[in-house]
């Protein structure tokens, strides 16, 4: 069974249909790759499987569990994460805090220390500015932050909507390495990225999105050889 399937997924806007019948599965321990160009519905997916967004169709089961209709917050309680595009992180709280913010669904206070703990071990800088107010952060160092608040309710499966967006290429490399160590620590992960190539590289599999359709899909090594991909989406 899959740890995460959608089924026949259909979105729309007003009269715009933007998501048209997609279905994928993510299994435990992958990362999953979603890759298009902009505007391709790569977001709209994200939103719609984590709740913040109605589905007009379709199914989205977790764990054996239809969440189609389940409120983004009741997600996370059953294990679930989403890092949003953009970081979205509270610019006016500090990198504790905002931390803290991710661990609502928590209970066990001693659990949670030893969780901020393990955050803390993945983002040193992080440690290091955990006093400093958020919106005063880098844009590497916001990223971080947002993935290391997304951690901090310790999700079965963690969303990550563009986490190398705008960054330096030395943060690209570092946000990629981190995401290794998520997957390889047991989390899994479904990714959306414009960066083809870094995502690609690190993904077991992959789903190319166009026009909110689902056009390719398969092994994330044999997509980056292959030739329609390399032209559109590898500069190649």
Same mark, same amino acid.
């Given at each position: ?16 249909? &933007? ?164 997957? &390889? ?46 032209? &559109?989406?590898?500069?190649?």
């Amino acid at each position: 069974m899959a740890m995460l399937e959608v089924k026949d997924l259909e979105v729309n806007y007003g009269v715009i249909k &933007a998501i048209k019948g997609v279905s994928f599965e993510v299994n435990e321990g992958e990362v999953i790759s979603l890759i298009g160009a902009n505007g391709a519905g790569k977001t709209t997916i994200l939103h719609a499987v984590s709740g913040l967004l109605n589905k007009t169709a379709g199914t989205v089961m977790f764990e054996g569990k239809d969440i189609t209709k389940v409120p983004a917050h009741k997600i996370v309680y059953m294990g679930m994460s989403h890092v949003p595009e953009g970081r979205r992180v509270f610019a006016q709280l500090t990198v504790l805090e905002n931390l803290k913010l991710g661990a609502y669904s928590r209970k066990d206070k001693n659990e949670l220390n030893e969780t901020l703990e393990k955050v803390y071990k993945s983002f040193p800088r992080l440690e290091e500015r955990k006093n400093q107010l958020a919106g005063t952060l880098s844009g590497g160092e916001q990223q971080m932050l947002a993935m290391g608040r997304a951690l901090m309710s310790h999700p079965k499966l963690i969303l990550m909507d563009e986490p190398s967006m705008g960054l330096s290429p030395i943060f690209v490399e570092e946000i990629f390495k981190i995401i290794k160590e998520i997957s &390889a620590s047991g989390t899994t992960v479904l990714l959306v990225e414009q960066n083809a190539k870094k995502a690609l590289s690190i993904a077991d599999r992959a789903y190319v999105l166009e026009t909110g359709n689902i056009t390719l899909s398969g092994d994330a090594k044999t997509l980056m050889n292959d030739e329609s991909v390399k032209k &559109a989406y590898l500069g190649e």
